[in-house]
């Protein structure tokens, strides 16, 4: 019987998970949010710290909640990359150091098909094919998915510029609203009247790429707006009007490569999957279409170490060779499989 540890820390959150055949069994997150509020974004120096302290006491919490020994762990699966270089370092010397330690395979992971992966511990194992949106605070990605860890990642599209995830972080800074953005937009918003503001759609013109993504626009056009208000700007209505204007290229972009395809899940994952109106106009449009939705609850959408743990599982399932120990993190790793270093090869 297999039980799998993971372990992310690529930017502000330690988060470890423990998770045997696609169940999780406990998970503990610690986040140093709180002390980057202040500087209005992610300090790598604070977050680093925050994870060399918090690792291990959460490491014994999600033992503690799973009710297993850490002698049982039989794999190490870390988040290698992307991420803040420093922070992930710290979580992937740990993973190796726990790997060396039990004599277990060390898998380092890539932090996005945790993302991916996650869901299924919340809806169980992934269809053969599938089409996933992954919206993070650092990406924005269509992807055709085939086994997560046996075949390569094939990109439909990506964000040109800023990420979704960044564009909320940035659209509340610029409302006076607080740092992490994407929970804040989300909460003010609902007080607010979606139609009041028609900010622009970015690249859903017939001529534009049909999958790629650009925020870095629509935020300009947020912050133009607010500038030329006369009195007080009504951030109930810029936040609804603006979630509306991401909600929407969103999902029409990922309900069009799904038909483009002939795929019948969309995966939704990421931070800003999270997002209520995103959630809600998603599964909207997936139904009007005759497409399966799957998106992971809430807690599961933003960065946690179930992810890891789950993508880990996978791997092992799928009897993928392990990590070197000596393995680099890669702070721009790009997505081409599970493992950083590509899709699991089989072991021999
Ligand atoms: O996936 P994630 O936790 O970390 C990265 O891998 O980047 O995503 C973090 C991003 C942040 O930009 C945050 O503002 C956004 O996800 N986010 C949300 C919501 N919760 C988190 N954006 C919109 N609505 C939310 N409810
Ligand atoms: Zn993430």
């Known amino acids: 019987m297999s039980l799998v540890l993971g372990i992310e820390t690529s930017c502000d959150e330690t988060g470890v998970g423990l998770v045997r055949d696609g169940v999780l069994l406990g998970d503990a997150l610690a986040s140093s949010m709180d002390e980057h509020a202040r500087f209005g974004g992610v300090v790598p120096e604070i977050a680093a710290r925050a994870h060399l302290h918090a690792l291990q006491p959460m490491v014994r919490h999600a033992l503690d909640r799973a009710g297993v020994a850490l002698s049982e762990v039989t794999a190490v699966a870390a988040t290698a990359g992307p ?95 607080p740092y992490p953005g994407g929970p804040a937009i989300d909460r003010v918003a609902r007080d607010g009247n979606p139609k009041a503001i028609t900010f622009p759609r970015p ?28 009195g007080p700007v009504p951030v109930a209505d810029v936040a609804a009007s ?12 990922a309900v069009a490569a799904c038909r483009a395809h002939g795929i019948d899940t969309l995966l939704l994952v990421g931070g ?58 890669d702070p721009s790793a790009p997505l081409r499989g599970a493992l950083l270093s590509g899709p699991g090869l089989p072991r021999r």
Not at 155 to 165: F, K, Q, S
Not at 242 to 249: G, I, K, L, R, S
């Open 203 to 230: 690249l859903t013109r017939p001529t534009d790429p049909p999958y790629g993504f650009s925020f870095s626009g629509l935020k300009t056009a947020v912050a133009r707006w607010v500038e030329r208000q006369p």
């Open 83 to 177: 991420g803040l270089a420093t922070a992930v370092q710290i979580g992937l010397a740990a993973g190796k150091a726990y790997a060396l330690a039990l004599g277990v395979p060390l898998y380092g992971v890539h932090h996005l098909a945790g993302h991916a992966a996650v869901d299924v511990l919340d809806h169980g194992p992934l269809p053969p094919r599938c089409v996933a949106l992954i919206v993070s605070g650092g990406h924005t990605s269509l992807l055709l998915l085939g086994d997560l860890a046996r075949d390569p990642i094939i990109h439909l599209g990506d964000t040109a510029d800023d990420a979704a995830g960044e564009a909320f972080d940035k659209v509340a800074r610029l409302l006076g609203l």
């Open 272 to 329: 800003v999957a999270a997002n209520s109106r995103v959630r809600a106009l998603t599964a909207k449009r997936c139904t009007a279409s005759g497409i399966t939705l799957r998106v992971p609850r809430p807690a599961l959408c933003t960065d946690n170490g179930a992810m890891i743990a789950a993508v880990g599982d996978l791997l092992v399932h799928a009897d993928a060779a392990s990590s070197p120990l000596d393995i680099a993190a």
């Open 242 to 253: 603006f979630q509306e204007a991401v909600a929407d290229t969103l999902s029409r972009k």
